[in-house]
């Protein structure tokens, strides 16, 4: 049995499909001058982003170990979207964020202590949420982030109410198919895992609304 070359989609599908929901002609390269390509391309990166943010079994990793430099500063790369330290590894004793400094580099800052020294451990446990390239996402986000960004270039491009409605309604149905493909790759249950990092997944409003 043959292969389906369209098995999984690339940022260039996902574009055509807002260009041609808004009247345009897909393209054969997202190089190009064209001012609705550079619209249609940002409002997809834009929702990829803001959906990514929320934090997914696909993109957060628990208890990733951060050891501190020469200066015992813990350096964070670019596609940290959200850290915090474990709190099965360090209870409360910390409250981290993601900072940049002025000099750009993105670190480990600690409120507590309004510092970005850390010199109680060797080695520190953090949760992570990291942001992923189109290409890397399953495919039902890759759908979603697709069907959400359509409806907002339409809004942008045409302003067109009842045509983003009509589409509101496919985001809705894209929304519930990454909240399935979610559930079942966390495995979440009401009494424990593995490694007892997330005892019980509690009812959370944000994952089942429209957004």
């Known amino acids: ?3 389906p070359t369209y098995t999984t989609s690339t940022e260039q599908d996902a ?3 807002i260009l041609m929901s808004v009247g345009e002609s897909p393209v054969n390269t997202l190089d190009t001058q064209s001012p609705e390509v550079a619209i249609a391309q940002a409002t997809l990166r834009q929702v990829v982003r803001e959906v990514q943010a929320e934090g997914w079994s696909f993109n957060s990793q628990y208890e990733v170990e951060y050891s501190p ?4 500063e813990i350096l964070l790369n670019e596609n940290v979207i959200q850290i915090d330290l474990s709190r099965y590894k360090h209870n409360d004793n910390y409250d981290v964020i993601r900072r940049r400094t002025d000099s ?3 670190k480990l800052y ?3 202590t309004n510092s970005y020294k850390f010199t109680d451990n060797d080695v520190y446990y953090c949760d992570v949420i990291t942001m992923w390239a189109f290409e890397d996402l399953p495919q ?3 759908d979603y982030c697709t069907t959400k960004a359509t409806r ?3 809004q942008r491009m045409i302003g067109e109410p009842s045509l983003a409605q009509s589409l509101q309604q496919d985001e809705v149905i894209s929304r519930s198919a990454v909240i399935e493909y979610d559930t079942r790759q966390s495995d979440y249950n009401v009494f424990n895992n593995t490694r007892n ?3 019980y997944n509690p009812y959370k409003p944000y994952q089942v609304l429209a957004r």
């Open 1 to 3: 049995m043959a292969t």
């Open 15 to 17: 574009v055509n499909a």
């Open 69 to 72: 430099n020469t200066d015992d």
């Open 104 to 106: 750009g580099e993105i």
């Open 110 to 112: 600690d409120r507590y």
């Open 140 to 142: 039902p986000f890759k």
């Open 152 to 154: 907002i270039a339409v």
């Open 197 to 199: 990092r997330i005892p």
